[in-house]
């Protein structure tokens, strides 16, 4: 088994920063790719952002991209969301979750392990 442990969320005004982390224990993050996935209030969940085991494929959704980069630490076991020019409609409780056989994919029902969420909020 896996855990998975999202921090840093928090308030924040329109044009902030955020850095999100995600925290794994139980096993290696070097043997899983790891998504962001986010749900706002009445919205379904969406893709955020993926990378692969090893750091090589990244993807974001066009949402986010240009502001939010992802980054993965094997040896810390850990996986980082740097968010900027963060917009009201960012707002929403992220997740982390890690995929064993894919390599950054942006489907959340192919991810086995999810942590339990922080919340961003963005607004004046």
């Known amino acids: 088994q896996m855990q998975l442990v999202e921090s840093g969320g928090g308030l924040v005004q329109p044009g902030g920063s955020l850095r999100l982390s995600c925290a794994a224990s139980?096993?290696?993050?070097?043997?899983?790719?790891v998504g962001w996935f986010r749900q706002g209030p009445g919205q379904e969940r969406e893709f955020v952002s993926a990378?692969?085991?090893?750091?090589?494929?990244?993807r974001y959704a066009d949402s986010v991209k240009g502001r939010f980069t992802i980054s993965k630490d094997n040896a810390k076991n850990a996986v980082s969301l740097q968010m900027n020019n963060l917009k009201p409609e960012d707002t929403a409780a992220y997740y982390c979750?890690?995929?064993?056989w894919g390599s950054g994919r942006n489907n959340g029902y192919d991810y086995e392990y999810w942590g339990q969420g922080t919340q961003v909020t963005v607004s004046s």
């Open positions: 139980g096993r290696p993050l070097s043997d899983y790719a």
């Open positions: 990378i692969s085991w090893s750091g090589g494929n990244i």
């Open positions: 979750a890690a995929d064993r």
